[in-house]
């Protein structure tokens, strides 16, 4: 696609349940980062992929969070025993240059 | 560490009227500076970018800004604002590694017609 994609773009879920959104990065884009964005907060770093090296989890806030990213390409955040303050927008962004970051739409994640 | 400050978190401003939105930086290096847009329910949107060279810089739709190291700033500019310009918009840094970009909190500007 033209563009980075994810989904899906809307998740509401109950405390407890495991969720897993997806992120299709630009095609040939080796990097792929993901980003959290709470109500009323900044843009918090999760974590980020680049090429086959092993991913910098240093974002992530607790153990119930984990990413994958299979091929070099497809990426997919899950989050374990969901919590409400896990509500949030989840944004994925792929560069290729290192210079240029490409963002998604984002899913919005309602935990109830 | 990096970090990037957006000191307003709202602003408001008449449709027409100029616009500046404030960004500090603390980073040892030299920086590599950004400016992004997100419009409501939307992903974020490059509006412009510092690496080197000419200090002002110019983007898309209208937006300028100008890189100023002794300041440690990076202010984003508009000389007349449209109503299509309210939105939330984020400065970023690229980090230590120059492999993160870290944000400011971002500033929500609105504009009144």
């Known amino acids: 696609g033209a563009g980075v994609s994810q989904s899906p773009s809307n998740k509401v879920t109950e405390k407890g349940k495991d969720v897993e959104l997806r992120c299709d990065p630009i095609?040939?884009?080796?990097?792929l980062y993901w980003y959290r964005q709470s109500l009323g907060q900044g843009l918090e770093f999760l974590i980020y992929?680049?090429?086959?090296?092993?991913?910098?989890k240093s974002g992530l806030p607790s153990d119930r969070f984990s990413a994958e990213r299979t091929g070099g390409s497809v990426s997919t955040l899950t989050i374990q025993r969901t919590q409400q303050e896990d509500s949030a927008v989840y944004l994925c962004?792929?560069?290729?240059?290192?210079?240029?970051?490409?963002f998604g739409p984002g899913t919005r994640l309602t935990v109830l | 560490a990096q970090s990037v400050t957006q000191p307003d978190i709202h602003i408001t401003v008449s449709e027409g009227a100029s616009l500046e939105l404030r960004c500090n930086y603390s980073?040892?290096?030299?920086?590599?500076l950004f400016w992004y847009v997100q419009s409501p329910g939307q992903g974020l949107q490059l509006l412009l970018k510092?690496?080197?060279?000419?200090?002002l810089v110019q983007g898309i739709k209208g937006f300028e800004a100008e890189f100023k190291r002794s300041q440690s700033s990076f202010n984003l500019r508009k000389p007349s604002v449209h109503w299509s310009d309210a939105a939330e918009y984020f400065c970023?840094?690229?980090?230590?590694?120059?492999?993160?970009?870290?944000f400011g909190g971002g500033t929500r500007l609105m504009v009144k017609p």
């Open positions: 962004a792929s560069s290729s240059s290192g210079r240029a970051w490409f």
């Open positions: 095609s040939g884009h080796t990097a």
């Open positions: 992929f680049q090429g086959n090296s092993a991913p910098d």
């Open positions: 980073y040892g290096a030299t920086p590599y």
């Open positions: 510092y690496f080197s060279g000419d200090t």
């Open positions: 970023a840094v690229i980090g230590d590694a120059g492999n993160m970009l870290t």
